[in-house]
C-alpha cells in the first residue's frame, strides 16, 4: 500500500465548479475543503448503507476498535468485502494471493452532511440537481491513479512477481 501512496500521491486529480461549490459548504473540516487529492485511510464495509455526522461517528469508533486506535475512517463501502471473501477462497485454493488485494477506493460523494444541513437533506441533494457532481471525476481519478499502479507493476514485474512492492 505505501508503495502504491507513493507512487500516486501527486496525482493531478480532476477539480469542477460543482465540487468546488459542494466542498465549499464543509467549513470547519480542512480535508473535506481541498481539491481532490489522494489518501490513504481505512474503509469501513458494511452491509448498511449509512449518511449523516451521527452515523460516521459510528463509523469512525468501528474503525478504531478494528485498528486497535490506529485506522482513521476515510471512506465507506461494501463491495470491497465481497472481493476480499472470494480472494482469501481463491488464496486457500492456491489460485492467487490475497495479500496482494490493494483497493483504491475513489469519492463522489460525501458521507456526512455540510454543517447546519441535515442527514437527509444532504443524502438527497446531488439527486435533485443534474447529477452527482464528483461521479465522473471519480471515475477519471480511479483510472489516473490505478493506471499508474498497474503501470509500476509492470515496470517491475521482474521482481515482483516473487514479491511484493515496496517504497
Given at each position: 500500500m505505501e508503495w502504491a501512496y507513493q507512487l500516486t500521491k501527486d496525482t493531478e486529480l480532476q477539480d469542477t465548479a460543482a465540487i468546488q461549490k459542494r466542498r465549499a459548504l464543509y467549513a470547519?473540516?480542512?480535508?473535506?475543503?481541498?481539491?481532490?487529492?489522494?489518501?490513504?485511510?481505512?474503509?469501513?464495509a458494511a452491509m448498511t448503507y449509512w449518511h449523516g455526522e451521527i452515523l460516521n461517528e459510528w463509523a469512525n469508533e468501528w474503525v478504531k476498535y478494528?485498528?486497535?486506535?490506529?485506522?482513521?475512517?476515510v471512506t465507506s463501502a461494501m463491495e470491497d468485502t465481497g472481493t476480499y471473501g472470494s480472494l482469501l477462497w481463491l488464496d486457500r485454493a492456491g489460485k492467487a494471493e490475497v495479500k496482494r488485494m490493494l483497493v483504491l477506493r475513489t469519492a463522489s460523494s460525501f458521507s456526512m452532511q455540510?454543517?447546519?444541513?441535515d442527514a437527509a437533506e444532504s443524502l438527497s441533494g446531488e439527486k435533485l440537481g443534474p447529477g452527482y457532481s464528483a461521479y465522473i471525476p471519480s471515475l477519471d481519478a480511479a483510472h489516473r491513479v490505478g493506471n499508474r499502479v498497474l503501470h509500476g507493476l509492470l515496470e517491475g514485474w521482474d521482481i515482483y512477481q516473487h514479491e511484493l512492492p515496496t517504497p
Open positions: 470547519g473540516y480542512p480535508n473535506a475543503q481541498r481539491p481532490p487529492f489522494v489518501l490513504k485511510g481505512d474503509q469501513l478494528f485498528t486497535d486506535g490506529e485506522g482513521e475512517f455540510w454543517p447546519g444541513d
